[in-house]
T-cell receptor
Framework: RKEVEQDPGPFNVPEGATVAFNCTYS??????FFWYRQDCRKEPKLLMSVYSSGNEDGRFTAQLNRASQYISLLIRDSKLSDSATYLCVVNKGGGSNYKLTFGKGTLLTVNP | SQTIHQWPATLVQPVGSPLSLECTVEGTSNPNLYWYRQAAGRGLQLLFY??????ISSEVPQNLSASRPQDRQFILSSKKLLLSDSGFYLCAWTTSTDTQYFGPGTRLTVL
């Protein structure tokens, strides 16, 4: 099992659609979870941290299921500006908390 | 607020030439610093990380090296570049909450 595995994509959706990204991780000792977005030819930028209780930031909702080692990101009412690659990120846990593992990303294109 | 700088932004180098990429962080002390590489169509690969001056850990064997001569300076080097060294090189720093923030990156093409 890969350390962090994401939907391969790409996703093409119309404006206003709801889109969900899924991610699984293999290390049960991982303690920190994030979603980053990366625009074409740019650096990754933090979108949101993911907490056990789930968290929401405007149109974005992230959820974590530790038992299933599964993370999700839901985007509602998608905008053209949401077009980007979404990266699922997990820390290595244990004595390597400060090391992160990045998924390969899922490309989202929102069409007018 | 903290900012992270990388230069150069783009670089085209011949095979066998040396490399030096620099990263500096402002607005924080004693950060953890990281070098990543993102090859075309691939995910981010951690190359090196540093938890303090002179402390470098290598994640993968390769012809690259890293140094941290000052608290907020991280340098990636190579004596002889290979074609496979082409990619997008990203420097990052970590907060106490493990959240990593990336610099703008250097796009390296080795010909």
């Amino acid at each position: 099992r890969k350390e962090v595995e994401q939907d391969p994509g790409p996703f093409n959706v119309p404006e206003g659609a709801t889109v969900a990204f899924n991610c699984t991780y293999s290390n049960s000792a991982s303690q920190s979870f994030f979603w980053y977005r990366q625009d074409c030819r740019k650096e990754p930028k933090l979108l949101m941290s993911v907490y056990s209780s789930g968290n929401e930031d405007g149109r974005f909702t992230a959820q974590l299921n530790r038992a299933s080692q599964y993370i999700s990101l839901l985007i509602r009412d998608s905008k053209l500006s949401d077009s980007a690659t979404y990266l699922c990120v997990v820390n290595k846990g244990g004595g390597s908390n400060y090391k992160l593992t990045f998924g390969k990303g899922t490309l989202l294109t929102v069409n007018p | 607020s903290q900012t992270i700088h990388q230069w150069p932004a783009t670089l085209v180098q011949p095979v066998g030439s040396p490399l030096s990429l620099e990263c500096t962080v402002e607005g924080t002390s004693n950060p953890n610093l990281y070098w990543y590489r993102q090859a075309a169509g691939r995910g981010l690969q951690l190359l090196f990380y540093s938890v303090g001056i002179g402390q470098i850990s290598s994640e993968v064997p390769q012809n690259l090296s890293a140094s941290r001569p000052q608290d907020r300076q991280f340098i990636l080097s190579s004596k002889k570049l290979l074609l496979s060294d082409s990619g997008f090189y990203l420097c990052a720093w970590t907060t106490s909450t493990d959240t990593q923030y990336f610099g703008p990156g250097t796009r390296l093409t080795v010909l």
